[in-house]
């Protein structure tokens, strides 16, 4: 059963950049797709974008130009950097095995943006 | 791209039946599968549809999932429900590399 957890600071200043990894184990990220999803302070699920080793990252049309996601398969480990943040920004923040939906996911990180 | 639309909040009586809908904008809802979540607060998502309307393993028989070709909907119907069942529920689809939510519908049991 494959089991993912996301860890970063929960604290991040606006207009700095935020950074998540997500530790996967149970099975190997050469093996699926991996999607980072958010939800926002009191707002709905939100794509941000998934990768896999051997194809390039897909990303959230509406974020792609700060967001930046990549992999260590030598550790299992998928990171996301999201550069700018603001308020907007600030909400949970979850690892999600795809297999087009979503059938494992993280416990979800919490990130506060403030100065 | 295309939106799935969901309502804000559906209300319904314990041991009743409901139903909730998602509406795909463009390009038809039986171009790529639907799958449903429940989100419940300060918890992770689960996935309680897959496929349109395969329920994964430990997900009770009264939750069922369809689609509807000609309003372009799916539906997620909740049968039997309890105070349990209160939650947000989430449709998800995609369109080729892109992955697409609803905006989600709170149920109150």
Known sequence: ?115 | NFMLTQPQSVSESPGKTVTIPCTRSSGSIAHSYVYWYQKRPDTSPTIVIDENNQRPSGVPDRFSGSIDRSSNTASLTISGLTADDEAEYYCQSFDNFDRVFGGGTKLTV
């Open chain 1, 1 to 115: 059963q494959v089991k993912l957890q996301e860890s970063g600071p929960g604290l991040v200043k606006p207009s700095e950049t935020l950074s998540l990894s997500c530790s996967v184990s149970g099975g190997s990220i050469n093996n699926f797709y991996v999607s980072w999803i958010r939800q926002p302070v009191g707002k709905g699920l939100e794509w941000i974008g998934r990768l896999w080793p051997s194809a390039s990252p897909d990303y959230n049309p509406t974020l792609k130009n700060r967001v930046t996601l990549s992999l260590d398969t030598s550790k299992n480990q998928l990171f996301l950097e999201l550069t700018s943040v603001t308020a907007a920004d600030a909400g949970v923040y979850y690892c999600a095995k795809d297999e087009w939906g979503f059938d494992a996911w993280g416990q979800g990180s919490r990130v506060t943006v403030s100065s």
